[in-house]
């Protein structure tokens, strides 16, 4: 079976998580993801804020998720990153407890409107961008251990979500203007 590139590029818009290298851990990085966060958080309300739920149905590729489930599914995983960055700030080999994206999806919460997802990020970027503007960078070397990814740096773990979250605005982006 051959993989057609052209889906491997709807998938992966922005390319492939990136690991950080020794010399990317600075506490310029982290004012450079706190950026990064909050331009994408503001890039998500103006792509998806005001849409009507027939733009919002439309998909990037064939079975992939909706702008809508995107929208919601973002501000999901931003809110767990919250809480892992958090928990891998202040405790010791933390055990990430990873969660079902799809089933989460056929939750009734999914179908609000993609105002309260918007919202929500917004909220919840206001926790990130403080926590890394305002924790000491060596604290992001703790260590955090994910069952199916293995043990990575709380820096991995922001560079994870930041890419998370540029990832599927990018693919929200490519089902609106398609």
């Known amino acids: 079976m051959t993989t057609d590139p052209h889906d491997k590029n709807r998938r992966y ?4 998580l990136p690991q950080l290298s020794p010399d990317q851990r600075t506490p310029e990085a982290l004012d450079g993801f706190a950026v990064s966060m909050e331009e994408a958080v503001a890039e998500w309300r103006g792509l998806v804020g005001g849409l009507t739920r027939p733009e919002l149905a439309r998909t990037y590729r064939p079975g992939s998720w909706t702008a809508g489930q995107l929208a919601h599914h973002a ?25 079902d994206q799809d089933a989460a999806l056929t939750l009734p919460d999914a179908a609000l409107p993609v105002s309260a997802a918007l919202d929500m990020l917004d909220a919840l970027n206001l926790h990130w961008t403080a926590l890394l503007r ?23 773990l922001v560079a994870k979500h930041d890419w998370h979250l540029r990832h599927h605005l990018a693919q929200a982006r490519a089902a609106l203007t398609d």
């Open 13 to 16: 818009p922005i390319g492939p």
């Open 75 to 99: 501000a999901e995983a931003h809110l767990h990153g919250l809480m892992r960055l958090k928990a891998g700030l202040t405790l010791d080999n933390f055990v990430i407890q990873p969660f």
């Open 134 to 156: 305002g924790v000491e960078s060596g604290q992001f070397a703790r260590q955090v251990i994910h069952p199916q990814e293995g043990t990575q740096d709380v820096w991995q």
